[in-house]
C-alpha cells in the first residue's frame, strides 16, 4: 500500500530541485532557524540516499505522521518560546511536511503537494524580498516547476494508467520555451520592478512579526537596556573596508549610530535639535566638511525598525542612492523614516585620531552641562582629575579612575548611576559611559555618551568585519583639543567572554554567500556595476599584461575577438546539445523495464528518425518508422531490412546477439541514421503537387 | 511430408490458402495465426466476400475432421452438441455426437440463431469439451471454431452477447479484394466454381506440434508490459463502456507469438502485437453510448495504439 510506484528518475529530481529552491528561498529571505534548516537538509539529503537503495519502505511509512507532529512541535515552540515569528514557524511546519513527501513519496499526489507547498513558501518568501532577487527567483522557481509540473503530469497519467504524452512537445522546443519565457519574464519583471518603486510587501509581513526595534536607539537611553541585546545574536551589519587607512583595526571601530547629549532623571537623552537634511550632491551626502577622511567602509545594514545609520568616527561623506539624510548636528544621522529594508552605503570617514587643523565649531553647549542636584559626582571628578594638566591629561585620570575597584558585571549591575559611582562599583558598559561622561562635565570637559557597535567578527572568508546585536556597546565622546575624542572606561571583553561570537568555517562561508547575496543581488547599484566594470577591465589588462603568448602579437584586437566569441559560443552550443541530448535520454523512449537502456547506436538512429520527422505517432515501432524513412531511399531497404532482423534479435530475441552481428547491427543502424539525415524529407511527386493546387 | 519441419509445412499451408483467397494476405495470416495459437475466429462482413471460402479453405488445410453449421432460429443445442439415441442391440442409451465433433467446425451466419444454440458453443469453445445429460465428452484436438457472421442484416438475428464474443479470439473483416484481385476473380471464376479442394497439408498431430512450437516463441518482459499497457488503455479510454478483458490480452499474446512463428521469427517484436492488437481487441471493446458499431471499436483501438509507446 505504501509501496513506492516505480517513478521516473527526472521526476523526483525535479521535485528535490525544487524543493531546495524553497528551502534556499527560506534561508535567505527568512528567518527560520538554522537548526531546522539542517534538519531539512538532512532530510533531502535521506530521500536522496533512500531513493539510491533499494530500501523498503513499509516500515519507515509509519514514521510519516510522528515526523510531522515532531515538526508541528517544533514550530509552535519556535513559535512561542523561540523566534517568535510566526513567518519562520510556518516555514518550519511546511518543511517537515515537505521532508516526509520526501522521504515517503507514495505517487504523484504527494508530487503536486510538494509543488503546492514549494509554492506557498516561494510566495511567502517573495513577499519579504525586492524587486530584483524577486524577478530573479520567479525566473528559477518557474522554470523548475515547470520542469515538475510536466513530469508530474506524466506520472499521473502512468498512475491512471492512460497513455502518457498528451502534449507530445518534442523536448528541444520545450526546453526553448521553457527558457525563453523564464528569461523574458525576468527581463520584464525586472525592468518593471526598476522602474516603478519597490513593492512593500515587507512592510505588510513585519506586522506579523514582533518589534525588531534595536536597543539604544530610540530617542533615551537608560541603564537596563543593553543587558537583552547582549544575548541576540543577530547580524546587524556587514561591513567591508575597500580602501582602509594603514594599520586599521576593524575589530576596535566604533560603530556609532547615536548620541545622547542630555542627562535627566537617570536617562541620558538626544539633544533636542530638529533634524535637517545634509546637504547632498548626487549620491553624496556631505556630513561633515571639516573631516578629513582616510578610509573608506561599505556598509550593508540589515533591516530595522529604528531609523538611525550608522558611521565610523568623523564621517566626512556618506554615499548611498537612498533618499535625504537627517541629521541634528551633534552626531546623530538617520532616516527620515523609522523602518528600512537591507540597506548598503558606503562612507569615508576619518580614523580615531584624525589631526585636529584650525579652527572647528565648537562642542555645542549642550554637552557641557552638568545635570543638576549631582554635586557629590562634581566633587568626585574634581578630585579624581586633579586640577592641572591639559583637557587631555585630566580626561586620561578620569578613564583611569574605572580601571581599579570597577568590575564589569551583566548579572548584578548598580540600579543607578550613584550607586555604581559610590557604591556597588559593578555594571556594565551603560554604567560605564554613562558614569565617564558625567565625570568629564564634572571636570569642565564637554562630552557626550555614544551607542552603538564596538568591532565585531572579522569574517576571514569575505574579509569583512560582522557585527552582531550582542556587539552592543556604548561609550563616551569627549571634546579635547577642538575634536571629539573617543572614550570608553570599559574594560575590554575578554576572549572567553559569553559575547563574543565565534562562527565556524562553514558558518562563515554560509555568511559570506548571504552577504554576496545581499550584495549583488538585493541592493546592486549603478555604482556597483560600474565599479565591476571598471574591475573586470583593468584585471582583464593585467591578465593581459602577465601572460605574453608568443605570436600573440601579431593577432589584431578584432581577431581576439573574433576568437572569443566563436569560443563562447562553440562552448554555448555544446553545452546546449549535451543538455538536449540528455533530456532526451532521460526521457527513456518508451523505457522498457526489463529491457537493458538502449545502446547508443539504436538510440542514435531513433533520434535521427525523430528528428527528420519520420515518426508520426509515439505508438510507432521502430520497425514502421524505419521503414516509413526508407520509402523514398529503395537504395537502403536491403540494409534497414537486415538490420531490423538483428536489431529485433538483438532486443526482443531469446538471447542477445553475439558480438559480431552486434557489430554488425550498429554499423548499419549507423549507416542508416547517417543516409536518412541526409535525405531531404520526403516531397511528394509533382503531380501529386499539382493536384491539391488544382483540384 | 514427413520430413519437414513444422514451419515449412507452416508456410507451405499458408500458401495454400493463400491461392483460394486472392488479395487477403493480412486476412489469412491472421487467421492462420489464430488457429495454430488455438484461437476460435470470428469472421465478419457482407455476403459473398469470402467468409466461407477462408473458413473452408482453413479447414481443408489440414486433414482432420471438418463439420459445417448452418445457424437459423429454429436450431437447438443438440442439433449442435448431439443427443442420446437409444441402441437397440445393446438396450442403452449411447451418445450420437453433433457436428461439433470435428476438428474445425464452421459455424455459418451464427447471429441467425437464437441464444440457445449459441450458448451450446459457449462451452465447447472455451473447455473444449461438451455436456449432454450430466455426461462431458471431450471435443477432438486440435479443435477450432470458425464462425460468420453478417453485421450489415440486422432483421431476426440475435447479435452475440458480450460473454460470447470475448470467446473468440480473432474477429476478422474481409473487406472486398482490391481492384487486380477482383478482376482475376471475375476473369477466373463462375458460379459454379469451387475453390475449396486445397491439398491438405498438415495432419492434426502436427497441428499440436505447431502449437507447442508456438508457445516456445519468447515474449520479453517488455513485450508483455507493452501488451498490457495496450489492455489497460483501452479500458481507461474515456469512450469506452468496456474494456479488453485479461482473456483478450492473452490471446493477443498468443496470437503475436503465431504471427511471429509464421513469419518465421522466435521471438515476438512490438511489430506483431501491432498487427494483431485490431483483430483480437476489436471485438472486445464496447464503446459508450450510440457508437456502438466496430467501426468506432476500431478508431478507439487505434487511437490507442498509436498512443501507447512500444518498446524499443
Known amino acids: 500500500m505504501t509501496r513506492r510506484p516505480p517513478v521516473r528518475e527526472f521526476l523526483w529530481w525535479s521535485l528535490r530541485a525544487h524543493w531546495a529552491l524553497a528551502l534556499a528561498l527560506l534561508a535567505i529571505f527568512t528567518d527560520a532557524a538554522r537548526w531546522a534548516l539542517v534538519l531539512a537538509i538532512c532530510a533531502w539529503a535521506g530521500g536522496v540516499v533512500m531513493d539510491r537503495a533499494p530500501t523498503r519502505r513499509t516500515s519507515l511509512a509509519r514514521l510519516g505522521s510522528p515526523v510531522v507532529a515532531l515538526f508541528f512541535a517544533f514550530a509552535m515552540a519556535d513559535l512561542l518560546f523561540g523566534s517568535g515569528d510566526l513567518?519562520?514557524?510556518?516555514?518550519?511546519?511546511?518543511?517537515?511536511?515537505?521532508?516526509?513527501?520526501?522521504l515517503l513519496p507514495k505517487g504523484s499526489r504527494d508530487g503536486w503537494q510538494l509543488c503546492a507547498i514549494a509554492l506557498l513558501e516561494f510566495l511567502a518568501a517573495a513577499a519579504g524580498t525586492d524587486a530584483l532577487s524577486f524577478a530573479l527567483f520567479a525566473f528559477l522557481f518557474f522554470v523548475a516547476s515547470a520542469g515538475a509540473m510536466g513530469a508530474l503530469h506524466a506520472q499521473e497519467a502512468e498512475e491512471a494508467g492512460r497513455p502518457a504524452g498528451g502534449y507530445a512537445v518534442p523536448a528541444g522546443t520545450a526546453a526553448a520555451v521553457l527558457l525563453f519565457a523564464g528569461i523574458a519574464g525576468f527581463l520584464v519583471s525586472a525592468v518593471l520592478f526598476a522602474v516603478t518603486p519597490r513593492l512593500e510587501f515587507r512592510r505588510v509581513l513585519e506586522r506579523f512579526r514582533r518589534a525588531q526595534g534595536v536597543v539604544g536607539f530610540s530617542d533615551t537611553i537608560s541603564l537596563r537596556e543593553v543587558t537583552g541585546g547582549k544575548m541576540d545574536r543577530r547580524v546587524v551589519a556587514r561591513v567591508e573596508f575597500p580602501e582602509p587607512r594603514p594599520g586599521l583595526s576593524p575589530a576596535n571601530l566604533y560603530l556609532r549610530g547615536a548620541v545622547y547629549s542630555r542627562y535627566e532623571d537617570g536617562a541620558w537623552r538626544r539633544g533636542g535639535a530638529t533634524p535637517l537634511p545634509v546637504a547632498r550632491a548626487g549620491f553624496q551626502h556631505m556630513v561633515e566638511e571639516a573631516a578629513f577622511p582616510d578610509s573608506t567602509a561599505d556598509i550593508t545594514l540589515e533591516p530595522a525598525d529604528h531609523p538611525a545609520l550608522f558611521t565610523y568616527g568623523q564621517t566626512a561623506t556618506i554615499e548611498s542612492g537612498f533618499g535625504p539624510i537627517l541629521s541634528d548636528g551633534n552626531g546623530n544621522l538617520s532616516l527620515p523614516h523609522a523602518g528600512h529594508p537591507t540597506l548598503r552605503y558606503r562612507i569615508r570617514f576619518a580614523g580615531v585620531h584624525p589631526p585636529a587643523k584650525g579652527t572647528v565649531r565648537g562642542p555645542g553647549a549642550g554637552n557641557a552641562v552638568f545635570p543638576a542636584g549631582h554635586e557629590e559626582i562634581r566633587d568626585l571628578a574634581v578630585k579624581v582629575a586633579g586640577a592641572d594638566g591639559s583637557d587631555g591629561?585630566?580626561?586620561?585620570?578620569?578613564v583611569r579612575f574605572f580601571g581599579s575597584g570597577f568590575r564589569y558585571t551583566l548579572s548584578d549591575p548598580a540600579p543607578s548611576i550613584r550607586e555604581f559611582l559610590f557604591r556597588k562599583r559593578a555594571g556594565y558598559c551603560e554604567h560605564y559611559a554613562a558614569g565617564l561622561s558625567l565625570l568629564l562635565r564634572g571636570a569642565g570637559i564637554p562630552s557626550r555618551v555614544a551607542a552603538g557597535y564596538l568591532g565585531g567578527e572579522w569574517n576571514e572568508v569575505g574579509k569583512y568585519l560582522i557585527v552582531r546585536q550582542s556587539d552592543a556597546h556604548a561609550w563616551v565622546e569627549a571634546w579635547i583639543g577642538g575634536r571629539w575624542v573617543t572614550l570608553d572606561a570599559t574594560p575590554p571583553p575578554a576572549d572567553s567572554s559569553p559575547f563574543r561570537t565565534r562562527t565556524g568555517i562553514l558558518g562563515l562561508y554560509a555568511d559570506w554567500l548571504r552577504h554576496r547575496w545581499d550584495k549583488y543581488v538585493?541592493?546592486?547599484?549603478m555604482r556597483m556595476q560600474a565599479d565591476a566594470v571598471k574591475g573586470g577591465v583593468r584585471t582583464v589588462r593585467r591578465a593581459g599584461e602577465a601572460f605574453r603568448f608568443p605570436g600573440w602579437e601579431g593577432i589584431g584586437g578584432a581577431g581576439r575577438g573574433a576568437a572569443a566569441v566563436l569560443f563562447l559560443a562553440a562552448t554555448g552550443f555544446c553545452m546546449f546539445y549535451r543538455f538536449l541530448r540528455k533530456r532526451r535520454e532521460s526521457r527513456g523512449e518508451g523505457s522498457p523495464?526489463?529491457?537493458?537502456?538502449?545502446?547508443?547506436?539504436?538510440?542514435?538512429?531513433?533520434?535521427?528518425?525523430?528528428?527528420?520527422?519520420?515518426?508520426?505517432?509515439?505508438?510507432?515501432?521502430l520497425q514502421d518508422t524505419l521503414i516509413a524513412a526508407v520509402r523514398s531511399r529503395p537504395d537502403l531497404s536491403e540494409d534497414a531490412a537486415r538490420f531490423l532482423r538483428l536489431y529485433h534479435r538483438d532486443r526482443f530475441g531469446p538471447a542477445p546477439l553475439a558480438s559480431e552481428s552486434r557489430e554488425e547491427a550498429f554499423r548499419l543502424a549507423d549507416r542508416l541514421g547517417r543516409s536518412i539525415s541526409d535525405t531531404p524529407r520526403h516531397q511528394p511527386p509533382m503531380d501529386q503537387q499539382w493536384g491539391t493546387l488544382f483540384p | 511430408m514427413e520430413g519437414k519441419s513444422p514451419i515449412d509445412l507452416l508456410s507451405s499451408f499458408r500458401a495454400n490458402v493463400g491461392t483460394v483467397l486472392l488479395g487477403k494476405r493480412e486476412a489469412v495470416d491472421l487467421a492462420i495465426a489464430s488457429f495454430i495459437a488455438g484461437g476460435h475466429v470470428l469472421l465478419e462482413d457482407v455476403p459473398g466476400t469470402g467468409k466461407t471460402t477462408l473458413a473452408r479453405a482453413l479447414s481443408s488445410g489440414i486433414s482432420g475432421t471438418f463439420r459445417r453449421i448452418q445457424f437459423t432460429s429454429d436450431l437447438l443445442p443438440q442439433d449442435i452438441l448431439g443427443v442420446h439415441v437409444l441402441d437397440a442391440d445393446r438396450r442403452s442409451f449411447v451418445f450420437s455426437p453433433g457436428p461439433l465433433f470435428a476438428n474445425v467446425v464452421l459455424a455459418d451466419e451464427i447471429n441467425r440463431s437464437n441464444p440457445r444454440a449459441q450458448s451450446a458453443l459457449l462451452e465447447a469453445m472455451s473447455e473444449r469439451q461438451v455436456t449432454v445429460d450430466n455426461r462431458t465428452y471431450p471435443l477432438p484436438e486440435p479443435f477450432l471454431v470458425i464462425a460468420t457472421q453478417n453485421p450489415y442484416e440486422q432483421h431476426g438475428t440475435y447479435p452475440l452477447p458480450e460473454s460470447q464474443l470475448d470467446r473468440f479470439n480473432l474477429r476478422l473483416r474481409l473487406s472486398y479484394p482490391d481492384r487486380d484481385s477482383e478482376l482475376r476473380l471475375i476473369r477466373e471464376n463462375n458460379l459454379l466454381t469451387m475453390r475449396d479442394g486445397i491439398p491438405a497439408a498438415l495432419r492434426p498431430e502436427q497441428v499440436r506440434a505447431l502449437r507447442e512450437e508456438v508457445d516456445r516463441v519468447t515474449?520479453?518482459?517488455?513485450?508483455?508490459?507493452?501488451?498490457?499497457?495496450?489492455?489497460?488503455?483501452?479500458?481507461t479510454h474515456p469512450a469506452v463502456r468496456l474494456g479488453a478483458s485479461p482473456r483478450g490480452a492473452i490471446g493477443l499474446k498468443g496470437t503475436s507469438q503465431a504471427l511471429a512463428l509464421l513469419d518465421g521469427r522466435d521471438h515476438v517484436t512490438p511489430g506483431d502485437v501491432r498487427r494483431a492488437a485490431v483483430p483480437v481487441l476489436c471485438h472486445r471493446v464496447f464503446p459508450k453510448g450510440d457508437a456502438a458499431g466496430s467501426e468506432a471499436a476500431q478508431a478507439i483501438l487505434e487511437e490507442v495504439l498509436s498512443a501507447v509507446p512500444p518498446p524499443l
Open chain 1, 87 to 102: 513567518l519562520s514557524s510556518v516555514a518550519l511546519l511546511l518543511l517537515g511536511v515537505q521532508s516526509v513527501k520526501l
Open chain 1, 393 to 398: 591629561e585630566r580626561a586620561e585620570r578620569i
Open chain 1, 522 to 525: 538585493v541592493n546592486y547599484s
Open chain 1, 593 to 621: 523495464f526489463d529491457l537493458p537502456k538502449l545502446p547508443g547506436p539504436y538510440a542514435r538512429l531513433v533520434r535521427r528518425l525523430d528528428r527528420n520527422r519520420f515518426r508520426r505517432n509515439p505508438g510507432e515501432t
Open chain 2, 219 to 235: 515474449v520479453r518482459d517488455a513485450v508483455v508490459d507493452y501488451i498490457q499497457r495496450i489492455a489497460s488503455a483501452t479500458r
